[in-house]
């Protein structure tokens, strides 16, 4: 098992490219517009009330809690998010802001080490009764991972020690012991903040939750239906359509041969598996890893990086289950498979995962976010018809355009998070090279290396490297698209390397004047269904690099349905500097079907067809310009 | 407007031809069945307790109410079948049961006229408080069709004067009067039973009610608000998804353009706008029973003959919203079809309602109901997948095989009177004509003329009519998919006639030995969407006659998605006298795809095809062969 280290976001410089835009809105917009909803700032959006729990639990504020009984963890993403934020670019008065932020979660904690404003506020006396449903662990976690942030980006240990404490405090109630709840968390999400909490202070304490965590899921007799009896059978949500599978406590995590159920609940147990794997050395977590890996990359994932085939849940279905207006494809689960993924390249270097990677970052994460940074999208879908979302019951979770904010506030937060922390997605290092997962503009520090890239990835298909001296290797990822389409070249050169698991390497005593390039094909091209997803026999997508594409109906007319792509039809890239903030539209001929004026659904001759030039958009800027039709897969023919 | 009366089942005796099977198995499985399990006599069946509720109700019986609030009107559904089933075939030993049956029901009366076992066994101080949920009226109204159609089957008058009496019970209750509650049901049913109460009983009570619930309908101020609000709010369903449109109450009857909400609510209540339209002249009636139907046919019915687009609130949703895989088409939603194509047949002579109910007859509702009569659909497809339905739970409504018998108990019931009593919608007459909307074999006595049909239709396309000596017109329906491609002859010679809106009319001094024939060009034919009918853009059915046909798994092996008809292929028809009670099988060259045995789901090339014999049977056959897949619309390629 490899033990690949990842760059904080404070050893990377982001430079000009593709993804300066986004960071921006994130430190401009997202940080403080975020801010203003956790304290009920904004008028007219659905109150949070998230820090005015913290202060009624703290004792300074008198009022009743309101929220989700998960609100805690609006505040911890948040801190989260401002802590990667400092680390890119000092800010003092954002600095200040967190400080009280995280004096006020110090006084909201408890004597005994608790810390949770839904039962401190609402129910004292219910602490610990309903793991399954009430979320304590995991806005735990959630916290867990905004202080072990904080930490590495001021070196200020408060907020860590909080959770020190807190983590102690649960270590006290939840454990193997004899007296203890021998209990697991209903959503995952502690396990992987524990193996960060482990690496920030090297507490074996933490190492050990984690274990217990992953090891407890699934076993027998099963925890959530004790603990359900003895609270006399209420609940707090009523247990899912999935069943146990549908919290993945359906199976021993070892024996679970899918992702199943909840699909972020899903996502956070297999990045908390392959990051204990990695501290701990189990090879057994790894392969059940890359046994659910493997299934989710040949059955479960769209070709947007999306997971959750159904709304009813926000859960997995099957395989091979993808249709592409029912689905849930929620914009948290998307980021969860980049946690997944960069966990996974750390120990199992493999391109797989970073392709998999890309395809989430790059088309539903960033599809989640309006161009504007104002607006979010939770569920992203392949194909809407705007009459659908509104008179159809059961599509009505389909948005056609992204809503301002919601009352459960995970998405944005989440994404925050993730994109001001990009570095740990695109680079990894250990003792002998430094590797490359993602292509982005920028300088970064890798222990004792420096890697700096210029390139307008993935507008453009050209990487230029420059590396600090020394003698190490450097893996480049070759995405699958690229296949052998791409050129190496050392000083305008031939440079000789070899591949391993899609990654071009390059090893030799590098000189402070070498310019390392690498140039992929990402022209245009179509991509087709495997013939087993039922739901696009028929259709064809383009994609051009890892951008997904798709039509909309401001851009090719309404009835988006009756419109196929000639199989023949070159594919014109248009670049478009003022469009959605700057994409290449393709141009391609096509057909439509004439509309029947017919007082009969049933024909008895087929509808005829005229040519129709057709302009695709990149799917991660769809629904910008008003509630419009959209799809992606379209009929080939 | 006109006033075509229809033949009691009395007046018709079937011949031999298609519809026998259906109709013995109704008699002798269906009936006997379904009074097993209204007495709980069948093991292993969700109990009915139907029977038990009223001997409770009757003072006989200890115990608690059990079953749906609406359980009595299974009772009344049976009792109706078994009328019409003793007018087609006399049964001393049924019409003893059937009498004993009215004993009982009278007995459970209650002194003051009122007749509902759940009320009066379970709550009842809480009579008439809930009409939007609680079924008093629906029940009602189906006891009295029971009534009327046993008092016509056997002139026995005693479930006619409880049903008398119970009326003017709803009437002392429910009315415009002040005092009155100004209420309307729920769940429409009593209008068209309340018309057929004042036709058989000339008791102009009935039609002033039935006017009354008509025209309250849709009303400001809201009646169920005002009801929930005196009840504190509490409810026995919660208000549905589509709100006041799901049962219709949204806008006055005349003012609604559209069938809305609930399919069965929506079209019992368009039957009985136009039965009120028939016995009350009210044109205003008509003109909104004719735009609900012009967008029926054009925007909201299958090709099945199927409606209700979802099944969140077993529902239309809106125009050309028609999935395959999602829909709820309930057998009792194209029974209701049935009834209201009827009724409009008796006020506007014309072969569009005909066809539609065509559609309905031959394929949904017969595909409600196994071929050995033991099991029902509620719900009817068009496409099948197992694996959705067992692990989608958005599909779970979507059952692959006929269960045996349900909890609510609508559907069978509900086809065991509709096919005791085909009569009423094959035949109309009034002095001058008789008219033929359906060709089904046997004879008819309309009135003083008897007509009779000996045909194999819809096996085969010929029909041989004799008529009762007379001048007279015949007009006989020539449904749209025939269009010129009839053949006319009278005494094998050519004979005279013209159409009249989509009706071939002949008059005539008939004569004894005069053999009018008609021949139809049934043979099998591809039906196309309309590129409006966004799920089936690209697709193609196959009809022979009024058939729809189907692929299964069993023929034609799985992933049923993959297969393609061949646009030129010849289609040959093969009698299977054997196979599914007696088919004729559609034989056609098409292709599959060749499965992907990849490690992806997304492909550079497009699949490869390889050619492959497809075999498609009566969609009304479908999963009597056990579980599997089944399509209705198949890729034109």
């Not at 801190?79 to 670019?89: D, F, G």
Request: hydrophobic letters at 40%.
């Amino acid at each position: 098992m490899k033990k690949i280290k990842v760059p904080n976001a404070s050893a990377f410089k982001l430079g000009e490219g593709f993804w300066q835009r986004f960071v921006k809105l994130v430190q401009e917009d997202v940080i403080p517009y975020q801010w203003e909803i956790l304290n009920d700032l904004v008028p007219g959006a659905e109150p949070s009330h998230a820090i005015k729990n913290f202060k009624m639990a703290a004792g300074e504020m008198d009022g009743e809690f309101y929220g989700m009984v998960f609100q805690d963890s609006d505040v911890a993403k948040w801190l989260e998010a401002v802590a990667y934020s400092l680390e890119a670019k000092k800010d003092e008065k954002l600095e200040t802001l967190a400080d009280e932020v995280i004096d006020l979660i110090a006084r909201a904690q408890q004597d005994d080490g608790y810390l949770n404003t839904y039962f401190t506020v609402k129910e004292p006396d219910k602490r610990w009764t309903n793991l399954r449903d009430c979320h304590e662990l995991y806005c735990a976690g959630h916290m867990m991972e905004a202080a072990v942030a904080y930490y590495e980006a001021t070196g200020k240990k408060k907020l860590l020690d909080v959770m020190n404490r807190m983590a102690k405090h649960i270590d006290s109630v939840i454990g193997p012991e004899k007296g203890k709840l021998h209990g697991i968390p209903g959503h995952q999400e502690i396990e992987l903040a524990l193996v960060k909490m482990y690496e920030a202070t090297g507490d074996s304490l933490m190492l050990k939750m984690a274990e217990y965590f992953i090891n407890e899921r699934g076993k027998k007799p099963n925890f959530f239906h004790i603990e359900q009896e003895k609270r006399g059978g209420s609940y707090h949500f009523p247990l899912h359509a999935f069943g146990e599978a549908y919290a993945q406590n359906h199976l021993p995590v070892r024996e679970q041969l899918a992702l199943e159920g909840h699909s972020v609940r899903a996502l956070y147990m297999a990045t908390g598996m392959a990051d204990l794997a990695r501290v701990s050395g189990d090879k057994t977590l790894l392969d059940a890893c890359k046994v659910m890996f493997d299934n989710l990359i040949a059955h479960r994932m769209y070709i947007t990086g999306g997971v959750g085939s159904t709304h009813i849940g926000e859960a997995f279905t099957f395989d091979d289950d993808l249709p592409n207006d029912t689905m849930y494809n929620e914009t948290c689960a998307s980021i969860a498979l980049c946690f997944f993924t960069r966990a996974m390249l750390q120990i199992d270097l493999d391109s797989r995962y970073a392709d998999a990677m890309e395809r989430a970052l790059f088309n539903t994460c960033i599809a989640g976010m309006s161009l504007d940074g104002h607006n979010f999208f939770y569920v992203n879908p392949l194909e809407v018809w705007p009459e659908s979302s509104h008179k159809d019951p059961g599509k009505k979770h389909v948005l056609p355009v992204r809503p301002a904010w919601f009352g459960c506030a995970c998405c944005p937060p989440n994404l925050a998070r993730l994109l001001m922390s990009l570095s740990k997605y695109a680079y990894g290092y250990d003792r002998q090279a430094v590797y490359v997962h993602q292509y982005i503009a920028g300088e970064v520090t890798l222990g004792e290396r420096v890697v700096h890239l210029k390139t307008a990835y993935p507008y453009e298909g050209n990487m230029l490297f420059t590396l600090s001296p020394g003698k190490y290797a450097i893996y480049l990822r070759i995405p699958d698209y690229v296949k052998n389409s791409f050129v190496l070249s050392l000083n305008n050169a031939p440079v000789s390397y070899h591949m391993e698991k899609g990654y071009a390497i390059i090893e030799r005593e590098w000189q402070p004047s070498d310019k390392l390039n690498l140039t992929f094909d990402i022209k245009a091209r179509r991509v087709y269904p495997n013939p087993r997803l039922r739901e696009n026999v028929g259709r064809v997508a383009l994609m051009r690099g890892p951008i997904v594409y798709c039509l909309e109906e401001k851009d090719n007319g309404h009835q988006l349905n009756t419109i196929a792509l000639d199989y023949r039809a070159e594919i014109n890239e248009i670049w478009k500097k003022d469009k959605l903030s700057g994409i290449y539209e393709l141009h391609a001929q096509g057909s439509q079907l004439i509309p029947q004026e017919s007082d009969s659904q049933y024909l008895d001759s087929p509808p005829k067809r005229v040519e129709k030039s057709l302009i695709f958009i990149p799917y991660y800027t769809w629904a910008n310009r008003g509630e419009n039709e959209m799809v992606v897969w379209v009929m080939d023919k």
